[in-house]
């Protein structure tokens, strides 16, 4: 048997599929709830499905509902199709990274709504407000530095300086760089550094979180998509090293 796969456009095909083959009696009530939690589990897809498969819980609800709604298979499946195009519009023309994937499961061992939510505003932001989107990917990293330096069960860093922050958990967590004698994990956790630095001075310089020069330069989309990777692919390192390194010992 093919292993699932769990992108955001397969779960929303296989949902899709589930909400006609439902409509039209050719499929069975589980199918739909599997589906549609499926959906609801995603951070992505959670926020865009249309509110009739949010509502509609139970697979015989959904059908009452659909069976109410319009009398022919053809005007369900023309409505369900209409539906769900946006969805796929929106995830096929912004695209979705490996980052977004790894990230969002990780999100789920830790259990951090706060975490979650500034995740989504990363990726909702990403296209059409990238002032946004790296003032979310700054306060991203500084929440992700924050959760775990609490998890160890010490008192974060507050001032609002992102390196200090950064240094402060790096020393923590052993990933200091000249904590190391090899070149390559000197060179490798000084990047780490970098990246820190380089996202608090963008955030500082193009993001929406201060106050704006009349001239000051707008930042486009490959800018607001290098800080949401950027900062999506170090806390995802942090996390997974606070999971395997330290999460049965704090």
Same mark, same amino acid.
């Given at each position: 048997?093919?292993?699932?796969?769990?992108?955001?456009?397969?779960?929303?095909?296989?949902?899709?599929?589930?909400?006609?083959?439902?409509?039209?009696?050719?499929?069975?009530?589980?199918?739909?709830?599997?589906?549609?939690?499926?959906?609801?589990?995603?951070?992505?897809?959670?926020?865009?499905?249309?509110?009739?498969?949010?509502?509609?819980?139970?697979?015989?609800?959904?059908?009452?509902?659909?069976?109410?709604?319009?009398?022919?298979?053809?005007?369900?499946?023309?409505?369900?199709?209409?539906?769900?195009?946006?969805?796929?519009?929106?995830?096929?023309?912004?695209?979705?990274?490996?980052?977004?994937?790894?990230?969002?499961?990780?999100?789920?061992?830790?259990?951090?709504?706060?975490?979650?939510?500034?995740?989504?505003?990363?990726?909702?932001?990403?296209?059409?407000?990238?002032?946004?989107?790296?003032?979310?990917?700054?306060?991203?990293?500084?929440?992700?530095?924050?959760?775990?330096?609490?998890?160890? =069960?010490?008192?974060? %860093?507050?001032? &609002?300086?992102?390196?200090?922050?950064? !240094?402060?958990?790096?020393?923590?967590?052993? *990933? $200091?760089?000249?904590?190391?004698?090899?070149?390559?994990?000197?060179?490798?956790?000084?990047?780490?550094?970098?990246?820190?630095?380089?996202?608090?001075?963008?955030? =500082?310089?193009?993001? %929406?979180?201060? &106050?704006?020069?009349?001239?000051?330069? !707008?930042?486009?989309?490959?800018?607001?998509? *290098? $800080?949401?990777?950027?900062?999506?692919?170090?806390?995802?390192?942090?996390?997974?090293?606070?999971?395997?390194?330290?999460?049965?010992?704090?």
């Amino acid at each position: 048997m093919t292993e699932k796969s769990f992108k955001p456009k397969d779960i929303l095909e296989r949902l899709q599929k589930a909400c006609i083959d439902n409509a039209t009696g050719s499929s069975s009530y589980e199918t739909y709830e599997e589906e549609r939690s499926s959906a609801l589990s995603n951070l992505l897809l959670s926020k865009m499905l249309p509110d009739w498969v949010v509502g509609n819980r139970y697979g015989s609800q959904y059908w009452n509902f659909i069976k109410s709604k319009f009398p022919s298979y053809k005007e369900r499946r023309n409505f369900i199709h209409n539906e769900f195009t946006p969805i796929f519009d929106y995830i096929e023309k912004s695209g979705i990274y490996p980052i977004s994937e790894s990230f969002e499961e990780l999100l789920k061992v830790c259990n951090s709504p706060n975490l979650e939510i500034v995740w989504r505003k990363c990726i909702e932001r990403r296209i059409h407000d990238p002032e946004g989107a790296i003032t979310s990917a700054r306060t991203l990293l500084e929440s992700t530095c924050i959760y775990i330096l609490e998890m160890l =069960n010490e008192i974060p %860093d507050k001032t &609002g300086d992102l390196q200090r922050l950064y !240094k402060q958990l790096a020393k923590s967590m052993n *990933l $200091a760089p000249d904590m190391y004698h090899e070149q390559v994990f000197k060179q490798i956790l000084s990047g780490c550094g970098t990246v820190v630095d380089g996202l608090a001075g963008l955030r =500082n310089k193009l993001g %929406d979180a201060h &106050g704006q020069e009349t001239k000051q330069a !707008k930042p486009s989309k490959r800018h607001a998509e *290098l $800080a949401v990777n950027l900062s999506g692919t170090l806390c995802s390192f942090l996390i997974s090293t606070y999971e395997e390194k330290y999460r049965n010992k704090s």
